[in-house]
């Protein structure tokens, strides 16, 4: 793989669905994405999308991510990968219609971690579907654990592997708000948006990020943040951009000016 | 794996799909089953289905099975996956909700054929599932080949290499006939179920076999039974019974005895 090529998507959990309501896709918008994406151009792409109101919900009430416990939570672990392929599913049909193709890659049908942390990664499939100029797509997921029976695998430790393992040229990580604030926005009206970081300031900053409100098992943007770090460490640029707004996330994969924080090594 | 647990049972896609249709799923027959497998009480399972009028429309209209032509193609091998997904997550919810811890594995995930027969499996997540008594569930799908660039992988020839690879008890088919008959049931009025077989026999009937006419691109009949042999040469026996007729399925599993056909070695 060159490295002037691949681009690594992820697009939010929170993009593509309510996460107030329950299963509660954006449908509008997941369809906006996958022709924006068509639009773009872009050859090669590897997607990742998070949960939101579908994998949250099955995640916290079984408590998956801490691990298996008592049986139980195996329906949990059951239903929460499912509602997971039912959101990918929704993002697929999208995809195919504007004519990308697309492939879902199920994380948890090759790929098992250790105490949280990707341990094992079948990617075999994904390297060919990248030779063969198809756009893989996977997605946070409920996956087995060496050491906690299973677990939850985020969209950002995925995407982060991804990235250093196919040497991508750059990370988009589309989010509901317009990229990284030196304050949280909500509750400081003098927030502003940080438009360029490089590593040690992004290192600086990650002990004054607050928590968000909204509860997230995979971490909020502190978690990001975390799980993105070596990516940058790795030489791969980032750019965080509001992907809600439209046009965006094509202008961004075209390699277009928008707004949003790039947070790069040097 | 004891051999004295697992069985690796087959769903056909004309049980859980109206061929006639398309994407015309057969809901109730789907929770039905799903009902009569939680029933049964099946502790060590592995579950496979086919495609019906999911997969083989798409792969007929793309020649998926022939393999990488030209770029015309690409969408329809996106769109065959995707399609078999969906089918794969009615079953999936329908089992979930009788409460069968079950785990749906992306064969296209997983696995690489070399013309067409599998070569790279990757069943690290399928051996920790057993473990941990989930049932994975896999099917029929539209996989990479590394000669042919892509192509269909059946779910008859997954079921035998997933029962050998388990060492299985005994595999359990079910199709929407009654059995393997003695001549075509369609067009010859005295075609008698064959009861039992052994491998000999089914060696002679497999010449004598006429293909369904129906359309079918992992093979009818006939390519089942070729698929299956290496099973029953590994010892471990087979039976074909109607999983369209109430109770079958649920009373096959619990070792009963059902109208249908048996093949052994011995």
Chains 1, 2 share one sequence.
Do not use: W
Not at 28 to 48: F, M, N, P, Y
Not at 50 to 66: C, L, M, N, T, V
Request: proline share 3%.
């Amino acid at each position: 793989m060159r490295k002037h090529e691949l681009t690594v998507l992820k697009i939010g959990g929170s993009v593509i669905t309510d996460k107030n309501g329950k299963m509660a896709a954006r449908t509008k918008d997941i369809d906006r994405l996958a022709e924006e994406i068509h639009r773009s151009g872009t050859q090669s792409l590897i997607i990742v999308h998070g949960g939101g109101s579908f994998g949250h919900p099955s995640a916290q009430k079984y408590r998956i991510k801490e691990g298996f416990e008592d049986s139980s939570q195996k329906i949990g672990f059951s239903e929460t990968h499912n509602v997971m392929t039912m959101l990918n599913g929704l993002l697929m049909a999208c995809l195919i219609e504007h004519k990308v193709p697309a492939v879902s890659i199920a994380p948890s049908s090759c790929i098992i971690t250790e105490n949280g942390r990707i341990s094992h990664f079948d990617d075999s499939v994904i390297i060919n579907l990248l030779k063969m100029s198809f756009t893989p797509v996977l997605y946070g997921d409920a996956v087995l654990d060496t050491k906690r029976g299973f677990t939850i695998l985020s969209g950002d430790q995925l995407v982060t592997s991804l990235a250093i393992r196919f040497n991508a040229e750059r990370i988009v990580i589309g989010v509901d708000v317009n990229g990284l604030y030196d304050a949280d926005p909500k509750t400081e009206r003098t927030a502003r948006i940080l438009s360029h970081l490089n590593l040690e300031e992004l290192k600086e900053l990650q002990g004054q990020l607050c928590k968000p409100k909204s509860c997230d098992v995979t971490g909020g943007m502190l978690g990001k943040i975390v799980e993105l770090l070596p990516a940058a460490e790795h030489c791969i640029p980032i750019t965080l951009v509001n992907a809600s707004k439209p046009e965006n996330i094509c202008r961004v994969l075209e390699g277009k000016k928008v707004e949003g924080t790039l947070i790069a090594k040097g």
